[in-house]
């Protein structure tokens, strides 16, 4: 048996065990002791992007810093952040971070089967072979994700997912397994989150969804509080309890979309930021949150306005206060 849970196979968890306790001991400290360790990784393993996305968070903060961390730095740095911490699983991103695919090999040495990558799927998806999955971003059906990343961008990343899946199996399971898609809901592509997940349904394995955060108030990509988007809300919650094992996001997770869930102004309050160690393509720590900078001078997200999947996830399951 290969996919107990979420992709995880006996040999996976009976490898991981120890990751289990210790997260078991973090949860008791978390719930007991009000301690705050990080449970999960992020990591910007590139500062080049081969899209500039309009809802992008990463193209506001960038400097020009093409160089990053080399493959030696960059094992120094996971043995001394991620696997000192015990962390149990880590997301891979950028830039798009498929264009330095030695550095996904790497993390998928260093940390086998507990590395997830997101990607744009410009680019061919490379078979890793100890690569837990891909998220894929797709933001809507193709028109509205055009609109977002550029003509033609869908065409090429749905192409890229198709060959991928066409392959034989890895790991005992089916190619498919392998491909799970994210959707960042915004004014532009709200009305297709819907038809994304009819039309995917069957071919790739989850899809998860999230709503924009702003860095900005006024930002015409926010999708207010309100009438709206408490439908689109709830289209999801049915949409879910159509696709139970598609669609990843909870109900309670879902709900909580519907407002504001993560702070005041900037600051986290109920977001538990410091769940998630969030490096820079240096390899520096990222602040307040994993769309944040290391840079202290650089925009921050409005966590009142909060949409992040990451974040809202942990506190629809208790794990919550900054």
Known sequence: M????????????????????????KMIGIKFFHSKPAIYGSADIINVCNLHCSHC???LNRKEENQGLSVEEWKDTIRKTFKKERILFVTL???????RPEIIELFCEEMPRRVCVVTNGYFPLTRFKNLYFYWVSLDGTEEAHDSIRGKGSYAKTKENILE????PVRNGKPAWKDIWLTMTINTQNYSTAIDLAEEWHGKVNKI?????????????????FGEKRNDIVD???????????????????LLLMKGNWGGVGTTPVQCPSWAILSLDHMGRTKQPCCIGSADSKSLKPIC???GLGCYSVLVANGISGA
């Open 2 to 25: 290969v996919d107990l849970v979420y992709g995880r196979g006996i040999t996976d968890i009976v490898r991981e065990i120890p990751l289990y306790m210790d997260l078991f001991k």
């Open 57 to 59: 968070y990463w193209w």
């Open 93 to 99: 991103v950028g830039g798009e971070p498929t264009m």
């Open 164 to 167: 991928y899946i066409e392959r």
């Open 208 to 224: 998860g969804y999230q709503f924009h955060t702003p860095f900005m108030k006024g930002d015409p990509l926010w999708l207010e």
């Open 235 to 253: 289209s999801l919650i049915d949409l879910r309890k159509k696709y139970p094992e598609f669609v990843i996001n909870s109900e309670k997770q």
């Open 304 to 306: 009142e306005d909060c």
